[in-house]
């Protein structure tokens, strides 16, 4: 069964941080490299940042320096520290791997909204 369970989104203000959390089924996490995404009102999804089976990461030009992506094989749990939040990170979150097949299932994502 597939299973991607987005947690830890939020409101906070600007500057301020939060962490998300992504438990996924095993056999979509073992191997794969894992991505947030993120859809903001009105665009299209896009992806923040990825990371593969080994660590290495690819951060959006926007996010880095603020976003630090990690993971934990052994819980396939992908997290993602947000720091230094912008109004303009407001979105619903979501993880998936990379690349993201067309007509890949989805999680319920978490809502983040950075406003004071």
């Known amino acids: 069964q597939v299973q991607l369970v987005e947690s830890g989104g939020g409101l906070v203000q600007p500057g301020g941080s939060l962490r998300l959390s992504c438990a996924a089924s095993?056999?979509?996490?073992?191997?794969?490299?894992m991505g947030w995404y993120r859809q903001a009102p009105g665009k299209q999804r896009e992806l923040v940042v990825a990371?593969?089976?080994?660590?290495?990461?690819n951060y959006a030009d926007s996010v880095r320096g603020r976003f630090l992506i990690s993971r934990d094989n052994a819980k396939n749990t992908v997290y993602l520290q947000m720091n230094s939040l912008k109004p303009e990170d407001t979105a619903v979150y979501y993880c998936?791997?990379?690349?993201?097949?067309?007509?890949?299932?989805w999680g319920q994502g978490t809502q983040v909204t950075v406003s004071s």
């Open positions: 998936n791997i990379f690349p993201v097949r067309a007509g890949a299932y």
């Open positions: 095993g056999y979509i996490f073992r191997f794969n490299t």
């Open positions: 990371i593969t089976s080994d660590s290495s990461t």
